[in-house]
């Protein structure tokens, strides 16, 4: 959906290395969400915004920080990338009365 | 138990069957989502429902609050329908969280 972007599409890193994905909507949505997705486990929440600066913890949370210091703009960061944060990560936005919307995917492999 | 729960797992069909995929939950809802999900592909959402029902070209939506539950129907299924589908709670208490079946995966055979 060209309302949201997410880069890289593709990243590879090596253990230990801080990575940062971002991602990047056009839709003034409030609400922004991390997910990662793995075989067997499904969707599951990082991180979610539901404004400026403020942002919450999900389910998966240990390892990873978020940033949004603008509406348009929610970072994913990871500090020092580990294996098992191998992953594909999706971004998502939602307003209060639509459905939600997904960027394509950052595919992550960490080495 | 999850509070979402998908049936079947996985269902493969002719081309032109009739489709259906349910899907229960237990908790609290303000809305239940169905979304797409191409194999290596990204996530489209199909429907976002609160009572009733939904069309869309050939799929339908319909969620029974009562009941706890809402199904997914294609008709004249064609083998670009194969993915998997997902249906997603939202929770009421909890800022607009989704919670997640664990999507059925559907192939449909030419």
């Known amino acids: 959906d060209a309302g949201i972007t997410q880069s890289p599409r593709h990243k590879v890193t090596e253990t230990g290395t801080p990575v940062t994905l971002r991602c990047h909507q056009t839709?003034?949505?409030?609400?922004m969400y991390w997910y990662r997705q793995d075989p067997g486990h499904g969707l599951r929440l990082i991180h979610y915004?539901?404004?400026?600066?403020?942002?919450d913890k999900g389910e998966v949370s240990d390892g990873y920080s978020v940033s949004r210091s603008k509406t348009e703009d929610f970072l994913l960061t990871l500090e020092s990338a580990t294996s098992s944060q191998t992953s594909v990560y999706f971004c998502?936005?939602?307003?209060?009365?639509?459905?939600?919307?997904f960027g394509s995917g950052t595919r992550l492999t960490v080495v | 138990k999850n509070e979402v729960e998908q049936s079947p797992q996985n269902l493969t069909a002719q081309e032109g069957e009739f489709i259906t995929i349910n899907c229960s939950y237990s908790?609290?809802?303000?809305?239940l989502h169905w979304l797409q999900q191409h194999p290596g592909g990204g996530i489209v959402s199909l429907f976002m429902?609160?009572?009733?029902?939904k069309k869309h070209g050939r799929l339908i939506a319909t969620i029974n609050i009562q009941e706890k539950h809402s199904s997914l129907h294609i008709t004249a299924s064609h083998p670009r329908d194969s993915a998997v589908y997902i249906c997603?709670?939202?929770?009421?208490?909890?800022?607009?969280?989704?919670?997640w079946g664990a999507g059925t995966k559907l192939i449909i055979k030419p």
């Open positions: 997603a709670a939202q929770d009421m208490d909890s800022n607009y969280q989704l919670i």
């Open positions: 429902l609160s009572s009733g029902k």
């Open positions: 915004s539901y404004g400026v600066k403020d942002t």
């Open positions: 908790v609290g809802i303000s809305a």
């Open positions: 998502a936005i939602s307003e209060t009365a639509d459905g939600y919307t």
């Open positions: 839709e003034n949505h409030r609400y």
